[in-house]
C-alpha cells in the first residue's frame, strides 16, 4: 500500500470496487479516520456494510460496534449530523444544539455542510430557524455549495427561502458567477 494516503486510498476503492472484501474494509477506515480523503461516515458506513455482506468478519465487528457507539453516544455535533446527512440524527443534533448558524471549529456552517445530502437535510435546517444567506468562515454560503455541486433542487430550495444570488465569498465569487462558469 503507497504511502500517500489518497493514492493508497484510490487503489482500495478500486479493489473494493472488483468486489475484494478486505481492500472494502480498508477503504471504508480509511474514510471513517479521513485518511486520503474527507471523513464520510455514511460512505464508510456503505463499504462496511458491503464488506460485511460479503463475509469479512472484521467488517461486521466494526458495524456492531459502531451500533454500540451510537447507543453509548447517541448524539452527534450539529456539524456532523449536517454532513452526514442523515434524517434522524439532524433532528437530534437540533434538539440539542440551539443555534443552526452557529460555526465550528474550523469555520464551517451546518447549512453549507448539508448541502451534499440533498433537501431532506437543507429543509430541517431552514425549517430550524438557519439563514439561508449565513456565510461560513471563508464567507462561502450554502447557496455558493449547491451552486458548486450543481444540486438544482437544493438551489431552488435556498433561493425560495431568500438566499441572495449576488453574495460573494472570500475570493469574490457569487454563486451567479459560479453558475455561469459551470
Known sequence: VPEDPVHALRLLEAAAARGHAPATFLAATMLEKGRGADVDPAGARRLYERAAAAGYLPARRRLEASV??????PRLSLHQAAA????ARLRQALAAAGDPDRLDDH???PLVL???GGTAPVAMLLDAGADPDAADGAGIRPLHRAVAAGSVPVIEMLLEAGAAVDARDDAGDSPLTLAVAA
Do not use: H, K
Not at 68 to 73: H, K, L, N, P
Not at 84 to 87: F, T, V
Open 68 to 73: 454500540a457507539e451510537m447507543s453509548a453516544t
Open 84 to 87: 452526514a446527512g442523515d434524517p
Open 107 to 109: 469555520g464551517r456552517l
Open 114 to 116: 448539508a448541502v451534499d
